[in-house]
Structures are given as structure tokens and as C-alpha cells.
């Protein structure tokens, strides 16, 4: 379906300043400033400085939270984010109600009962986080998440994303008969966005939750988009026009 921008220089704005510096610049500013996250529930707050609070925006990562303090601003990152940011781009250190750092494998421990089928969406997000799309949300949609190719301010979300895994079984599965796959795909084009379906797989143990498990998972990706007849047929004439004369 290809990218909708929001406005004419908004591809250019985006091509200028791409999202893989943005994370970049992110990375090294939290690294440079020991950056630590708290966790809270069911998501992780990090407090940032004025530069941090712009790029942090900048690359789609939690989203302010309104305090009293002016020194500082608070983000609330979600579980994947979090870890995101802690694990893959090890830019900040999570710590818990003694504020004492959290390994990886605790981190992954705590988080994976928070949230149905955690570490199997936590590996689509950071795998299309990855490949430098910024990933949000998508249950409005019907989908686990929506992906864009670049700031949401900027650019339409390009994908809804279905992650479907093994681990699923038949009770929780998605797109198992037919009527899935034609009101998932109906609903995709009513919004202009392309289904992706992310297939992840497991090698080895599928035993004790841990850090290390995370990179034992292989993601399939598929697209899937409607077959329309009229626009597959070899012979499309159109029937010439009659002209008539008129008589006196």
C-alpha cells in the first residue's frame, strides 16, 4: 500500500533526519547520562533531561508524564520498550523498589507474567524495532501492534501487525479458518494499512523463562493482502463505444 505522508515535506523532513539517528543519538545520550528506569506495575518510568526529553519524542519511545518537577521529565515506557531499551540497545539500567539494578533475566521474569504472551510479542517488537520501524499499539485495529516508517507526526502507520506463534495453540489462535483471514483483511483496508503477520517459532527448550531464550526465537514475516479478480485478468478490453448518427 505504501507510505502516506501527512503533509509534502514530511518525506523529505523524514529521509533528512532518518529514525535509525534518532535511536542512535538516543542511545548514546542515555549512555552518557547512566540513565536508570523504575518499574512501576505494569510499565517502567525513566526520567529524562531537556535534550533527552526531545529525542526520546523524537524516537517514539514511552510518553510524558505530567509531574511538578522542572528539572527533569518523566516518560512511562511500556514492558517492551523497556526491555528494549535495557537488553538490545543496553543504553539503561532497570532498577526495583531497593534500587539496585535488575539483571536481564530477572527483568524478563517479572515482566513476562504482566502481560499475555510476553516474550512472543516482546521479540516481533524488537524485531521490527530493529529494522528501524517505530512500533505502537494496535488494538484499535484489531492488531498487536501497527508499525510506521517513521514518526507518527509525520507518516500514516504503514503495517497492522498480527504476531502469531505456536505457543498459541488452537483456543487463542488467530487466522485459523478463512472468515479470520477475510474480516482481518476487510478491516486492514478500511484503514489503509497493510497486514503483516509475524509467524514465531521457538528452537530448543521451551522451558524457564530467561534473557538468553529471547534469541532462540525465529520470526517469519508474510504479508497478506487481498486477491482482487478485476485486477489479475490477462484480457481486460473494453468494449468500444457505438456511435450513432443522427438522422434529419
Avoid at 507526526?153 to 498480527?162: P, Q
Avoid at 534469541?215 to 478490453?237: F, G, K, L, M
Wanted: aromatic residues 8%.
Amino acid at each position: 500500500m505504501g507510505s502516506r505522508w501527512k503533509e509534502k515535506a514530511a518525506e523529505a523532513t523524514a529521509l533528512v533526519d532518518p529514525m535509525s539517528k534518532i535511536v542512535s543519538r538516543l542511545q548514546s545520550s542515555l549512555i552518557k547520562s547512566d540513565s536508570h528506569g523504575i518499574l512501576s506495575g505494569y510499565s517502567v518510568l525513566l526520567a529524562a533531561h531537556l535534550e533527552q526529553t526531545e529525542t526520546l519524542n523524537q524516537a517514539c519511545f514511552g510518553r510524558p508524564i505530567i509531574t511538578s518537577e522542572k528539572d527533569k521529565q518523566w516518560f512511562q515506557l511500556s514492558l517492551e520498550e523497556a526491555f528494549y531499551l535495557c537488553y538490545v540497545m543496553k543504553c539503561i539500567k532497570i532498577v526495583g523498589g531497593n534500587n539496585c539494578p535488575i539483571s536481564d533475566t530477572e527483568l524478563l521474569q517479572y515482566m513476562a507474567p504482566k502481560k499475555d504472551r510476553f516474550p512472543v510479542l516482546l521479540k516481533a517488537y524488537t524485531h521490527l524495532r530493529i529494522k528501524n520501524w517505530v512500533v505502537r499499539p494496535g488494538s484499535q485495529y484489531g492488531a498487536d501492534f501497527v508499525a510506521y516508517r517513521h514518526h507518527p507526526a509525520l507518516v500514516h502507520s504503514e503495517y497492522a501487525v498480527l504476531v502469531i506463534s505456536e505457543e498459541d495453540g488452537d483456543e487463542n489462535g488467530r487466522l485459523r479458518v478463512w472468515s479470520d483471514f477475510h474480516c482481518t483483511l476487510r478491516l486492514c483496508g478500511s484503514v489503509a494499512k497493510t497486514l503483516l503477520v509475524l509467524f514465531i517459532s521457538k528452537n530448543g527448550d521451551h522451558g524457564d523463562v530467561c534473557s538468553s531464550c529471547m534469541d532462540n526465537y525465529n520470526v517469519e514475516e508474510r504479508i497478506i493482502t487481498r486477491w482482487i479478480p478485476e485486477h489479475s485478468r490477462e484480457n481486460q478490453r473494453t468494449e468500444p463505444k457505438k456511435s450513432f448518427k443522427s438522422q434529419a
